[in-house]
């Protein structure tokens, strides 16, 4: 009996996600906003610190190597910035640079990866 009714909440519950992705994923196409998609591979940036990704100059995530982080948009510009957070060794070392300015489209997903120069972090467009 329990087994059967954990069977059916289970499926009831892959059923409500998949409604919930397609959803998602329609409005996308629809033109409600666009995805900017921001990852920090392994290699391009060689630090233990946390990189801040912050959008018109407020922190809206973190990323440790490896990770990657999205977020839905209103179309227009955005303002990225990138910078080491914490502190110590995670404060000196990298040049900030100025806000990176990106140009979104309703129903665009963007994808962009960290990299690093000799004018510090800044963002790379994926070929994906």
């Known amino acids: 009996m329990r087994l059967a009714w954990l069977l059916a909440l289970t499926t009831a519950f892959a059923a409500t996600m998949t409604q919930a992705q397609t959803l998602h994923s329609s409005q996308a196409q629809a033109g409600g906003f666009a995805i900017l998609v921001v ?25 440790f190597q490896g990770q990657s ?3 839905n948009l209103p179309p227009g510009e955005i ?14 070392g990298v040049d900030l640079r100025d806000s990176q300015r990106l140009q979104l489209r309703a129903g665009d997903i963007q994808r962009y990866n960290i990299a690093v120069s000799n004018g510090g972090l800044h963002l790379l467009h994926a070929n994906r």
């Open 69 to 71: 982080i999205s977020f």
């Open 79 to 92: 303002a990225v910035r990138l910078q080491p957070v914490g502190s110590g060794e995670c404060k000196s």
């Open 39 to 63: 990852s920090r591979e392994r290699l391009q940036v060689n630090t233990q610190c946390e990189i801040g990704v912050y959008l018109h100059d407020q922190l809206a995530g973190r990323l």
